[in-house]
């Protein structure tokens, strides 16, 4: 993102972005993770007045300005494909627990742009040095808290030192959000939302998907209980 372009009365807004080169991140060195955090980081320190998106009709702000009404909305939207494919136990006890972790959740951050899909594949680096991020479909103001889990999940949480290193390049930027206070919340809800997800979008194309959410779905709430 090099600039963001802000709406006015003949303008929708837009974010002006520039090529990349380079492939996607399979795995993450300490030197790519600390570049990472600094651009992770730079992300989230664009701010904007309110919550929302950009669409076709300019600024689209939530209901209410509400950050955790919009998380909890987008919980439901995927409650009826999840229930086509899990079982009413399994379905119960991971929506409930959903709801449990919500209620501790500290109030949301001010907003500042959030990717929403902040994962390796769509980190580009040549060699051991990052280009950028791509795939912005569905970014928005919101609440950092929430660009963390992907990327967490895939790489973060499977090596300390790797976590180290993206700590320092972000925290370089600026503060680190307490995470711990997070990952039990949004490693359920993106697994819950992931499988509602595969579901709707059909599952002879999005099985390998669905059944790695599921698993981890299982997982944390194994862990959760423990």
Known sequence: VINLIEPSE?????????????NSITTLTP????????????????????????TNEGFEILPNNDWRLFILSTLERFVPFVRQTLTEELYKSSYNRIQELFKCLPAPEPPS???MDFRLA?????GNTLSGVIDFES?????????????????????PTIF?????????VRPLLPMEQYVQFYSLYDAFNSIGWS???GLEKNRAFY????????????????
């Open 139 to 159: 970014s928005r103001f919101g609440s950092p808290e929430i660009d963390f889990i992907k990327l967490y999940r895939d790489a973060l949480s499977k090596n």
């Open 113 to 115: 742009f959030v990717h």
């Open 10 to 22: 003949t303008f929708n807004g837009a974010f002006l972005l520039t090529a990349l080169d380079g």
């Open 31 to 54: 030197e790519l993770a600390k570049e990472v955090g600094v651009l992770h980081a730079k992300l989230h320190e664009m701010s904007y007045e309110f919550y929302g998106s950009f």
């Open 164 to 172: 180290d290193a993206y700590k320092i390049g972000y925290g370089s």
């Open 211 to 226: 059944e790695e959410r599921l698993r981890n779905l299982k997982t944390r709430l194994r862990i959760i209980r423990t």
């Open 199 to 201: 579901t709707q979008r």
């Open 122 to 126: 769509n980190l580009i680096a040549q």
